[in-house]
């Protein structure tokens, strides 16, 4: 029995443990692409094919909308034009494998034939830099795993899938699955061939007629859909802040507002757990009150920052999206019943200047050790996502401290909301006790 123990361990360390780290924490694989920039990527399984790759082509020249086409390397060689079609128009030619055969039933040899030879042969046949991979089924072992990342050949996994392999029909229904689970930062993932194993022959024909629907849709709503290499590559800093940043938005269940990069703020239903305060309206926050916590939306602040070419731009970039999103803001409390009965909205920051023009009231945090603890955090988040993060720490530490930003929920819809223009109740009183 031991011999048998020592063989399935070492079953689960050559197959199960690589395919859980890069598929399922995405350790050393891409599994989607950056947030808040409202992109998309359109990859290609399988091919090239005869019948679909010209058609699927056409479409994407006729669309202007490059992809990534994963081949394999087999029917590449045996079908050149398509590849050297791709390449000609712009594509970006990703690996497959030389045929399609799972990871998981491979030795090393044959691993490598399957990994790195292969992609060797289309760099040479074809004169591209093979730079993603993508394992059939998305199963990965050890040698394929170590060997893709000292090859600098990068495991592409997806996001996004629509089960389009066993696609019948209609075309339209396929485009509706499509649309209904597009997420940003999605890696599509298609197929334009259908003659490998669990495929469809035909599924190819549907996905051919539901693109041009896909791509539609996609364009009216503001989707930008890209091939990998037009993807901004992200240093090892920003991965890890935007790591950090999901991690917190799941622990503080704060949620979007809107769709990507068209709101500042997310909101997260929590109970209050700060000290008792009279807001300008005479509203009684007390400790366990139903509050809703206010978030930035740091992905879309980093492209903001990315995209400013000096100070006075990303000012008054700034000014634009957060005059567009507070009334977002005040629609969802007003709408929403996420947010319903909600005393107040709150967040900290230690950029608060300027936010009570806004109508929010600033505050100290308090007690003392607190503030310290939450300024050193906020100031860790703008050394992680500001480009000049490390300058403006530099610059001094003393000024950049926590406040709260709070503001009621009445106040916030007659300033923003349906009631826009109205008297808010208690205006002019400018009582705030602790």
Not at 86 to 105: C, K, N, Q, S, Y
Not at 127 to 137: A, E, K, N, S, T
Request: glycine share 10%.
């Amino acid at each position: 029995m031991a011999w048998l123990t020592v063989a399935l361990l070492v079953m689960v360390g050559y197959t199960v443990v690589p395919t859980f780290l890069g598929r399922t924490m995405g350790i050393g694989c891409i599994k989607r692409l950056p947030p808040g920039m409202k992109l998309a990527a359109l990859t290609f399984d399988d091919g090239p094919s005869p019948d679909y790759t010209p058609k699927i082509l056409e479409i994407l020249r006729a669309e202007g909308v490059r992809a990534t086409f994963f081949v394999l390397a087999e029917k590449a060689l045996r079908y050149p034009d398509l590849i050297k079609m791709m390449v000609g128009e712009g594509h970006d030619v990703a690996i497959h494998g030389l045929t399609h055969r799972p990871l998981w039933l491979l030795g090393p040899g044959k691993t490598r034939q399957e990994v790195v030879e292969a992609a060797r042969r289309l760099e040479d046949t074809f004169g591209v830099q093979i730079r993603w991979y993508r394992p059939p089924w998305g199963l990965l072992n050890l040698p394929a795993y170590i060997w893709s990342l000292r090859q600098h050949i990068r495991p592409v996994l997806w996001s996004h899938m629509s089960w389009d392999w066993a696609a019948k029909g209609p075309p339209a229904e396929l485009a509706r699955r499509m649309i209904r689970t597009m997420k940003d930062g999605a890696i599509v993932l298609l197929h334009d061939a259908g003659d490998t194993f669990g495929a469809r022959r035909d599924a190819p024909a549907v996905v051919v007629e539901a693109l041009p629907l896909f791509v539609e849709w996609a364009k009216e709503n503001g989707w930008r859909l890209v091939k990998l290499s037009d993807v901004p590559r992200r240093t090892f800093r920003e991965r890890l802040w935007n790591r950090v940043d999901r991690l917190g938005a799941r622990l503080m269940h704060s949620q979007p507002l809107a769709g990507p990069g068209e709101c500042l703020f997310r909101l997260g239903r929590r109970r209050y757990w700060g000290w008792p305060i009279t807001l300008k309206n005479g509203t009684r926050l007390r400790f366990g009150d139903p509050v809703a916590e206010i978030h930035f939306d740091n992905t879309l602040l980093e492209s903001l920052m990315k995209d400013a070419k000096n100070e006075w731009q990303l000012s008054l970039r700034y000014m634009q999206i957060g005059r567009r999103s507070l009334p977002i803001l005040a629609r969802a409390v007003e709408e929403d019943p996420r947010w319903r009965g909600v005393k107040v909205l709150y967040g900290l920051s230690v950029l608060s200047r300027g936010t009570d023009r806004a109508g929010f009231i600033v505050s100290p945090l308090r007690p003392r050790w607190l503030r310290r603890l939450v300024s050193r955090y906020l100031q860790g988040v703008l050394l992680g996502h500001h480009p000049e993060g490390r300058n403006r720490l530099s610059q001094g530490l003393q000024t950049l401290q926590a406040d709260w930003i709070y503001i009621s929920p009445e106040t916030l819809i007659q300033l923003y909301g349906s009631r826009r223009g109205e008297k808010p109740p208690g205006a002019g009183s400018a009582d705030e006790r602790g």
